[in-house]
């Protein structure tokens, strides 16, 4: 018999109910695998942060932080990465949304999207464990994308499963199938009872397409999908392909990566550098380099900084969509093509450029596609001088010299700038001040902002040459002209004055300093918490494999981490 349009829905989220239960257990969850003390208390309830602002951090400890970033050359490490204790952690929503579509199809995307709340960010992050608490919005998010993903697959049952509509064991075997990859383990005995009882109770009762619904809303609940269980035993092979395949693909494994688990080859090192190699030939690799340099860069603040229409007209959606593919198409080149040094990201003095982008900036670009173009060595520094960073760090009428200095000052220079232990002051009124530098350097004087903006200004006074969207200048509105003098201080061996962003963009392009930080960002992303003392050997090997004088690619730097101790849990 078919249940009631009414009843359906209570059905199935009673019957999806355990796996809720189970996941409750697991809320707030991340940190180090091991017991806890019981409790005999019934704690308080934390209060829910208002919108927008992060979960409460988890306060498991670590570990020492590791020390600053050293200011001495790169040269080749001779110690040995370690691993470390295994941890339990949430999939991020990047995470999660790539685990459905390879469970279904990319087309069941947009339905986990639209029922997710957003990741918080922590040390620049999505990803890190502090901030991957689940509260009442969390968890109800997840029962929303699961029972509104299953009620659409399980709307044409045989299409999904390419089994007769009464075929039970055909059906079984799907739904096991399911859980088994995405579990990212085989299930024991008792855990496949449970989820085939489930589905042949509903189905007896009512139809199978209701029992397949239920199951798989308990699948996609469950914490064995939601969150990265790497177990006490580090070196089982499932555990390994997990840890690999979320590394380099941000998702679940593939066929080929559960076979070699199943054949317990990835202990062998040929293997698992033969699979690490054919992962990063996936497209799913480079999504996943995309997505953290995305983060690394800001590059997603273009899409919250809308510009003066007044004295931007030429400026539109369709202009962002089109710096988005710039951005991704130089990391894709710079992470990627053969021969290209990761720290021309920051010191390249070329660019790319499709007809609309090349209408923008005043380049010669034809193509509908994005063409590599030369730029002037003391116009351009890398991405840096890309209209997503640049117009991502300006404000709606006037460049921010305190907004592109932070992002170099704590993402490529690895400082953190505290916030600012007082109200910060608005900007002064420009009546008077005829520059940007002028205003900012007025803003500065404020005894509650110096000690901060020392920092930060100097480095961002180098991109004055560039407007709000990215567009060069040499003089400004009022006809003065402009002023991109500035200093990188204390920033190791790119340490100095500088003259533009020409010469910012040489000082980082060739700076071992840069290298540590970014192989420092690179490894914290990886891993997904705050680096400690432990991890200073991986540091320093990935500083090697990004630095100029090292092997000096992205992808050597990811193979390190793939075939190293971070991955297989032995020395």
Partial sequence: MRISSDLRPRTLRAAALTAGMALALL??????????????DEPEPEPEPEPGEPAKPDETPVGPPPDPIKDEAITQPSCGIAAVSPRLRRLSNFELVNSVRDLFGAEVAPTVAAHLVGDNQVSHYDNNEKVQTVLAAEAKGYLRFAEDLAGKLTADVAGLTKCGANDKACLETYLTQIAYRAYRRPLSDSEKARLVGLFNDLADKFDTQTGMSAGLEFVLQAPEFLYKREGVDS??????????SYLLWGSLPDAELFAAAEADKLREPSELEAQTRRMLDDPRARSSVKHFFHQLLLLEEVDQRPKDTALFPSYDESTVKALHAQADRFIEHVAFDEGVKPLELFGAHYNFYDQKLGTLYGKDAKANTFEKKDEDPTRSAGILTSGAVLAGTALSDISSPILRGKLVRERILCTEIAPPSTPVPDLPASDTAETTREIFEQHSKDPACNGCHRYLD???????????????????PSGANVDATGELAEAGDASGTISGVGELGDKL????????????????????RDLTAQDQCAMDWLAWDLGNGGSASVVSALERIATSALVTGRP
């Fill in 235 to 244: 070196k089982n092979a499932f555990d390994v392909a997990t840890r690999l």
């Fill in 458 to 476: 100097p480095i961002g006074f180098a991109f004055e040459n560039f407007d709000a969207i990215g567009r060069w200048r040499d003089k400004y």
């Fill in 27 to 40: 809320v707030g969850c991340s940190g180090s695998v091991g017991p806890k003390a019981a409790s005999t």
């Fill in 509 to 528: 392009g060739a700076s071992d300093f840069v290298a540590r930080c970014m192989a420092r960002q690179m490894l914290q992303f990886s891993v997904g």
